[in-house]
């Protein structure tokens, strides 16, 4: 098969990529097996793709049926839409997942990625449906690893993932959220005001998934290989015997990366898989500086913490009841109280706020990430906000 002259290199990546789905990590295997790379394995057309060995037949009919015309126009629309392309030949794939088994063909990126070479990237990983301290913990955690330099790593549901992301929002931190979906899906809709306050905060959305991809069972084990790839560690909270988590726990040790626990009270079912973990040899914590003295000598000319925080220590109470809580009902901090306090159902821009609550900006945008995620506050144009 001739390919034009002149063609975009990601467009090939993209075109091996939906051949062979995402999760694959053939594209990458068949870039470094040619010279020419994609190039050269595309315009060899069928008659070598079917005597390559570990091409299967459906995978063959696969790389016909796909048409390099439709992953150029897919770029295309990427970039008018903002998203970012990235490749294993850009500049600015992350040199992290080219060492995993499987590292992603395409990257979907908007927003900025840090230098994770610069500070450690924490992923902070947990239930949906968790203890109200757990999620209290996750803030807390990713308040602490945010003020101490590292990236928080996560993904986008409620629960933990929104309440790490939180906290590190509240430190003025830069996370990233890994989507299982493509990145125009509308994943958790009660999350949409925490996604666009990671992009206004220099923070990343990042997806393997194209335009087309909503949500799928399959689409999260694929993606929680991204989180703990891009990571220098792993942060489980809340895991129990069967959960989820664990997927990405064990990406993480398949691809040498730290594991962390934060144990949760003796004997609780729901801390069940965390503590087999913490059995295997991962790293028992109850503080984000736990985590980050682990990476002391790595990134010693990384970012200093600002200031202490408080432990974990008697998060829970000696027989406490196990009560699920969505995010959406979790207690307000007393940034966002005070931000309710002073809500109107006329809109009132951010700098009113900040006036009236003699809190800083980046408290007041905090609060009113809480507040929406609450449903109890309206965002309207010009940076205004109402109650609900």
Known sequence: MKASEGVDPRVYWIWAQRAFGAGSGKPFTLFRRFSGGLREFYEGGPSLWNRLEFISEKEAASLYANQLSSAQALLEYCLKT?????????????????NIYDP?????????????????????????????????????????????????????????????????????????????????????????????????????????YAVEQGVQHG?????????????????????????GTLITARHAIEQDRDVFVYPGPEGAAAFEGGRRLIEDGAKAVTSGEEILEEYAARF??????????????????????????ADSSMELSREAEAVFKVLLPTPLHISQLEEKTALSP??????????????????YPGKRFGSA
């Not at 929680?224 to 560690?233: A, D, E, K």
């Not at 980046?362 to 965002?379: D, F, M, P, R, Y």
């Open 219 to 243: 689409t999260f084990q694929v993606r929680n290989r991204i989180i703990s790839g891009l990571s220098s560690g792993v942060l489980v909270l809340q895991a129990a015997q069967k959960s």
């Open 362 to 379: 980046s408290q007041v945008l905090s609060a009113l990430t809480e507040l929406e995620l609450a449903g109890k506050v309206k965002s």
């Open 82 to 98: 903002g998203q970012e392309v990235l490749t294993p030949e850009s500049e600015n794939y992350p040199e992290a997942l080219r």
């Open 300 to 325: 010693s000319h990384g970012q200093k913490p600002k200031k202490p925080v408080p432990l974990f220590e008697d998060l829970f109470p000696a027989g406490e009841r196990e009560a699920v809580l």
């Open 104 to 208: 992603p063909a395409v990257l979907y990126l908007k927003g900025t990625l840090p230098d994770f070479n610069e500070n450690p990237g924490i992923a902070v990983v947990g239930a949906r449906k968790a203890l109200p301290k757990t999620l209290e913990a996750a803030k807390g955690f990713g308040y602490q690893l945010a003020s101490g330099g590292a990236t928080v790593i996560s993904g986008c549901a409620v629960g933990v993932d929104a309440c790490s992301l939180l906290g590190a929002l509240s430190a003025s931190g830069r996370p990233v959220s890994v989507l299982p979906t493509c990145l125009d899906s509308n994943y958790v809709a009660e999350n949409e005001a925490l996604r666009r306050r990671v992009l206004e905060q220099g923070g990343a959305l990042l997806s393997e």
